[in-house]
């Protein structure tokens, strides 16, 4: 069998004739190529890729790395890194309720909300954790922090309303931090030293910074207005969205930074302090959230069909999930506003 490799193209030999395999698709943009009014990438035909059959479940939070599941064969999961083009095949079956941490190599599981099993992804063996953790009827919410090593729970203790929060080591199986709230409406965790809780006191959100290490609380911080809906971590700040204003604090002082005013944020980058956010449905914005200043436009072909979609700053690069072809990621290419569309190739 001859392989030859040229621009990504692969051609097979075999005893019965020669097959072309296209590896990826990219769309260039040139001048010629703009529509009216903003640049719009152009689509240049390629040979047709050969894809996995299956369907992109998430994408991970290290910006590189995807969830994908056979359409046919459920319990067959597989950790794609889009821009490697590498693939963990020999993982645990993971089902729609479990958890992944951001870099795919851990999963919590819980059948009952009681007891929650955290597993290595890649050990067929069995439980790498056993964890009790919470009384029956404590609804709780569980999840890793970003670091991979903690994590952060939410639940009922002694009312009606989410009301505690716990810090927990997964290594030492450890309870490092807790706290009682009147009422819990989000939180996250970064790592042992930093996190976010969006609580609700005497009718009015509060946004809390608090140190698991140290123990404390560092800052209470009003926020004003209503409609909250979301709560982030970026690599060294807060954001809060509310209304459609994003509110960015600095993650040591509480300092608020900048105010952002959006009508759809996409996705806060858990690696850098910029995020994507939507201006129009085809034109796609990163702002720096210290300053509030737009830094990029990523222009979307109104060919293209999206689902979810990540920014990678320091890849330079935003990855959206094509919903409407198997096993398949759209690489949009923040420095020359170029993409690549790429998939799982189909010969595992």
């Known amino acids: ?14 005893f019965s004739g020669l097959m072309i395999i296209s590896c990826s698709q990219k769309n260039n943009k040139s001048s010629g190529d703009q529509g009216a009014g903003r640049g719009e990438q152009s689509d240049r035909t390629e040979p047709s890729k050969i894809c996995y059959d299956g369907v992109i479940k998430k994408l991970l939070g290290d910006g590189r790395t995807a969830l994908v599941q056979s359409t046919n064969t459920k319990e067959d999961s597989f950790l794609w890194n889009y821009l490697t083009q590498s693939v963990k095949k020999e993982i645990i079956p993971i089902f729609e309720t479990d958890i992944l941490n951001d870099s795919g190599n851990l999963l919590l599981r819980s059948f009952d909300a009681v007891r929650f099993q955290i597993q290595e992804t890649n050990n067929s063996n069995g439980t790498f954790r056993d ?14 922090s970003q670091s991979g090593d903690y994590l952060l729970s939410t639940r009922r203790r002694g009312s009606t309303l989410r009301n505690r929060i716990d810090v927990l080591d997964i290594y030492k199986k450890d309870i490092i931090w807790d706290a009682q709230f009147n009422r819990i409406i989000s939180a996250e965790l970064k790592d042992s030293t930093r996190g976010a809780v969006v609580t609700i006191i005497r009718g009015y959100y509060q946004l809390n910074i608090f140190n698991p290490s140290s123990r404390i609380i560092d800052r209470g911080i009003r926020l004003e207005g209503r409609g909250f809906s979301d709560l982030a971590l970026s690599e060294t700040l807060v954001q809060v969205k509310m209304g459609n204003n994003l509110l960015s604090f600095d993650g040591v002082t509480g300092e608020l930074l900048s105010r952002i005013q959006l009508t759809q944020l996409i996705d806060v980058d858990k690696n850098s302090d910029f995020a994507l956010i939507a201006s129009s449905p085809f034109n796609y914005n990163v702002v720096d959230l210290k300053t509030g200043n737009l830094v990029r436009r990523v222009f979307i072909s109104t060919k293209d069909r999206l689902s979810s979609c990540q920014l990678n700053f320091r890849e330079s690069i935003v990855a959206c999930v094509d919903p409407t072809k198997v096993s398949s990621i759209h690489v949009y290419d923040l420095q020359t506003q170029t993409k690549e569309s790429v998939c799982l190739p189909g010969s595992l």
């Open 1 to 14: 069998m001859l392989i030859l490799r040229k621009t990504r193209l692969l051609l097979l030999m075999t």
């Open 131 to 144: 964890l009790r953790l919470f009384r029956r009827g404590s609804n709780p919410i569980v999840k890793f």
